[in-house]
C-alpha cells in the first residue's frame, strides 16, 4: 500500500487514541444534547464506519466486473460546517462505554483493515477497482480508504469540540 496513505492511517489513528485514552467514563459518555453523540459514541461510529468500509472492499476485491473510474472529490468530509447524516448501519450505540472496550473496537477493525489489505499484491488494483460508496457514490478503492482517515479525522474535530464543552 502506499506509504502516504498508510502513514495517514497510522498518524490519524494515533491522534484519535490520544485524544480519548485519557478521559474518564464521564467524558467518554457526556452527550451534551439528545441530537449529539459522545466521544464514546463518535468512537462506536468510527468502529462501525470502518468495518463497513472493510466489507465494501474486500466485496469489491471479489467482483469481476469492477468498472474503473476516475478520483471523485471528497472535499465534503473535511467540512465540518456541513452536517452528514450517518447512514443506519454506522449508528453508534447509546450504550456507555469504557475507554479499554473502545480501544479494542478501533484495533479490532483496523486490524480488519489491515488484513484485507496487506492481501493485495499489487496497489495498482486499488486504482482499478470501484465500489459504490453510500454517501460519495463510484469510487476507486484508493479512495475508499483515503475516506477511512479523512474521516477520523473530521471526527477528531468533532470530538475536540465535545471535549472543549463538557470540561
Not at 460546517?81 to 478501533?106: C, G, R, T, W, Y
Not at 463510484?138 to 479523512?150: D, G, N, R, S
Request: with cysteine.
Amino acid at each position: 500500500m502506499n506509504q502516504i496513505i498508510h502513514g495517514n492511517l497510522v498518524e490519524t489513528r494515533k491522534q484519535l487514541v490520544n485524544e480519548i485514552t485519557s478521559l474518564s467514563f464521564e467524558e467518554l459518555n457526556t452527550a451534551l444534547g439528545s441530537d449529539t453523540w459522545s466521544v464514546a459514541q463518535v468512537c462506536h461510529h468510527l468502529y462501525l464506519a470502518e468495518k463497513s468500509f472493510v466489507h465494501g472492499i474486500n466485496y469489491a476485491l471479489k467482483q469481476k466486473d469492477n468498472p474503473k473510474v476516475g478520483r471523485q472529490p471528497l472535499d465534503r468530509i473535511s467540512d465540518r460546517s456541513q452536517k452528514i447524516d450517518a447512514p443506519p448501519f454506522v449508528i453508534p450505540s447509546e450504550e456507555p462505554f469504557e475507554i479499554h472496550h473502545i480501544h479494542n473496537m478501533l484495533k479490532e477493525s483496523r486490524t480488519m483493515l489491515l488484513n484485507v489489505l496487506n492481501k493485495i499484491e499489487d496497489d495498482s488494483i486499488l486504482r482499478e477497482k470501484s465500489a459504490k460508496h453510500p454517501l460519495f457514490g463510484v469510487l476507486p478503492l484508493i479512495q475508499w480508504i483515503e475516506l477511512i482517515y479523512l474521516h477520523e479525522q473530521r471526527h477528531i474535530e468533532q470530538i475536540n469540540e465535545i471535549k472543549s464543552q463538557i470540561s
